[in-house]
């Protein structure tokens, strides 16, 4: 049953997954999920493939992780009534994919496998594009997905408004020397869906890619509400539903039939 309240708190998880030694980085992180979920109820999302970055072939002998990762997160998300999103690399059928699985109190109930695959960092040669839906409908409403590169892509964003997605999540790894172009579209996504955006990105490099973090959570009108550092951190802000509601009869752009 989806159980809008009036505030929902959302957490992004701003961390470097390329820290030497996967069983180390992923316990870290997983302490720090927990951690942070026995705080505050609420929604907590984590930076595209953190479970290692891409690493290749690393990234290859992490998918044989993911399911025992997520069994885990389903673990906290139970005990602590939360809702967990960050995607990893998912093998299915012989194929790789980069998928964000959301868990909602306790279990997986939607995966959104990334749709535009990002060729500077190969992950085109390795990747499978996703073909599965995108909006989902959880305890806190119904929420829309894109993974880093689906950002640039405005099409991809354009049912979240007419199908009722209140917040749209966007894990990402998006490289410093564009840090103002990540800010610059989570704003223009935020405005065009008139919805709450949060985009968690990463810290830390990989090979010679450096990432800037600058995690935001965005408002409905385009207001940058939360934002992150270039370190390790958690962001967080207090969400508050109604402001989309607001907004769209404020100003309607729904679509109409002639």
């Given at each position: 049953m989806v159980r809008l309240t009036n505030e929902i708190h959302v957490s992004l998880l701003q961390i470097?997954?390329?820290l030497h030694g996967p069983d180390r980085r992923i316990a870290k992180t997983l302490d720090l999920v927990r951690c942070t979920a026995e705080q505050q109820t609420g929604v907590l999302v984590l930076p595209e493939i953190w479970s290692g970055g891409f690493e290749y072939p690393d990234v290859l002998r992490l998918s044989r992780r993911t399911p025992d990762i997520l069994r885990n997160l389903c673990e906290i998300s139970g005990i602590c009534g939360t809702m967990i999103i960050g995607s990893l690399p998912e093998r299915d059928s012989g194929r790789l994919y980069n998928t964000a699985a959301i868990i909602d109190h306790g279990r997986i109930v939607g995966r959104y496998r990334k749709r535009r695959l990002f060729p500077p960092m190969l992950e085109d040669r390795y990747f499978t594009p996703g073909r599965s839906r995108k909006i989902f409908s959880t305890a806190f409403g119904r929420i829309g997905l894109a993974i880093c590169f689906d950002l640039r892509f405005p099409e991809h964003f354009v049912a979240f408004r007419d199908q009722g997605a209140w917040?749209?999540?966007?894990?990402?790894?998006?490289?410093d020397p564009r840090c103002a172009q990540w800010e610059s579209l989570l704003i223009a996504r935020a405005i065009e869906s008139q919805a709450f955006i949060a985009g968690c990105n990463r810290v830390g490099r990989t090979r010679n890619t450096r990432f800037c973090g600058n995690s935001l959570i965005v408002d409905p009108?385009?207001?940058v509400i939360a934002r992150g550092g270039?370190?390790?951190?958690?962001?967080?802000?207090?969400?508050c539903p109604e402001a989309v509601e607001t907004i769209r009869k404020e100003i309607p752009m729904q679509k109409k039939k002639r």
């Open positions: 470097n997954p390329s917040l749209l999540i966007v894990p990402a790894q998006w490289p009108g385009g207001a270039r370190n390790v951190e958690v962001v967080s802000a207090v969400l």
